[in-house]
């Protein structure tokens, strides 16, 4: 891709980030395109819909949490950094998943994703094992779930109340179920 060409499309990323936590998952993509400087013809030559943005925004979303995990740092901080840096996004990653149904490449490309964010969290959780944090048998498919889990608890109406709280106690039950 020319230079100019890949400019235009990180400033549709950038602009389809910003527009979707400001105005969440049914911004007009117009709006995106709009924010970015160019116009819908060089929006959907690069995307080619609203999921296919989301897809790459949620893939540097991983790729940034990947870069700021401590390999030291123990499980529970590395469970509560994680849950902490998606806030933001967990309600498009709700609506994202609600549409990836309907869509078989999509679909593909989500469980790409997934499989890359087990990649990222296996060594952590390995060492999580060895030093006896969490059960010999833990899997990271489990400790995944227990992430959803504890994100579940922040779109649901308790999430009213502090959502380190929140945090607090569902990393508690889900370290529990983890345990040796």
Do not use: W
């Amino acid at each position: 891709m020319r230079r100019d060409a890949l400019e235009r499309r990180e400033a549709l990323i950038r602009a389809a980030a910003a527009c979707f936590a400001e105005s969440g998952y049914d911004v007009p993509l117009e709006d995106i395109a709009d924010r970015a400087g160019v116009g819908r013809g060089t929006l959907y030559r690069n995307f080619r819909d609203r999921l296919d943005l989301l897809l790459v925004i949620f893939e540097r979303e991983i790729d940034a949490i990947g870069a700021e995990l401590d390999p030291a740092a123990p499980l529970p901080v590395l469970l509560r950094q994680i849950v902490r840096r998606t806030l933001g996004t967990r309600l498009l990653f709700a609506r994202l998943t609600l549409d990836l149904a309907k869509d078989d490449a999509h679909f593909a490309a989500f469980h790409a994703l997934h499989g890359r964010m087990t990649a990222i969290l296996h060594p952590f959780v390995t060492r999580a094992r060895e030093r006896g944090e969490i059960r010999a048998d833990a899997t990271t498919e489990q400790v995944m779930l227990g992430i959803r889990m504890i994100s579940a608890l922040l779109k649901s109406p308790l999430a009213e109340r502090d959502p380190d709280a929140l945090i607090t106690e569902g990393l508690d039950l889900v370290l529990r179920g983890l345990a040796r």
